[in-house]
């Protein structure tokens, strides 16, 4: 079965330019989460979208960071005016929310993104 | 002070070696303790899931948690080079929360 995917894998631009990140999430999962992974750090949080309802967007770091789900599915994360803190890994994660207890949730291959 | 501090490593052991894999936290409300393997340029992927304190065994791996010491760990036994990866921890809070935070992981080489 298909899992998490993420596109493009990988993706150098120029500080200034604007990025769109793409998630596709496992079929019926009705949450989705975008992550950001620096060099040496943990996994911090970005959005969070849980079918119809408002996300949860407490983790964007700046109003550069916007992310959108169109129904229901499908994902994009746009960062505009890059600068060269935004290189990271960038992971999104879907999960099946039946019972918020025992969630969990899977993870794409992640857009590793160099802004130079 | 993070709400979660995880040794970075690198923790280097031979083959068949038991490995322990810890993680502190600050955060008394967190409930859900989990343990992520990631492999190089792959995302994560959910090893072990347990709540409150105790052990959950799972083949060669086993959770361990201690709420009254604010501490949990990950064992794995007859280590293979197979287990060479990044482990991250993640706990959050009570059933309604979904919110994980993330350790900054430890990179774990098993040496044939």
């Known amino acids: 079965g298909a899992g998490v995917s993420q596109s493009p894998s990988n993706k150098v631009t120029e500080k200034g330019k604007d990025v769109e990140l793409r998630c596709d999430p496992i079929s019926g999962h009705t949450a989705l989460y975008w992550y950001r992974q620096s060099l040496g750090q943990g996994l911090e949080f970005l959005i969070y979208f849980q079918g119809n309802s408002a996300p949860d967007k407490s983790g964007l770091p700046s109003d550069r960071f916007s992310a959108e789900r169109t129904g229901g599915s499908v994902s994009t994360l746009t960062i505009q005016r890059t600068q060269q803190e935004d290189s990271a890994v960038y992971l999104c994660?879907?999960?099946?929310?039946?019972?918020?207890?025992?969630?969990?949730?899977?993870f794409g291959p992640g857009t590793r993104l160099l802004v130079l | 002070q993070k709400e979660v501090e995880q040794d970075p490593g690198p923790l280097s052991v031979p083959e068949g070696a038991i490995v322990s894999l810890n993680c502190t936290y600050s955060n008394s409300a967190f409930q859900y303790f989990m343990w992520y393997r990631q492999y190089s340029r792959k995302g994560p992927e959910l090893l072990m899931y347990t709540y409150s304190s105790g052990n959950k065994e799972d083949g060669r791996f086993t959770a361990q948690v201690d709420k009254s010491s604010k501490y949990i760990s990950l064992f794995i036994r007859d280590s293979q080079p197979s287990d060479s990866a990044t482990y991250l921890c993640?706990?959050?809070?009570?059933?309604?929360?979904?919110?994980?935070?993330f350790g900054k992981g430890t990179k774990l080489s098993v040496i044939p």
């Open positions: 994660a879907s999960s099946d929310v039946l019972d918020g207890s025992k969630e969990t949730q899977y």
């Open positions: 993640a706990m959050k809070a009570g059933a309604g929360s979904y919110q994980l935070t």
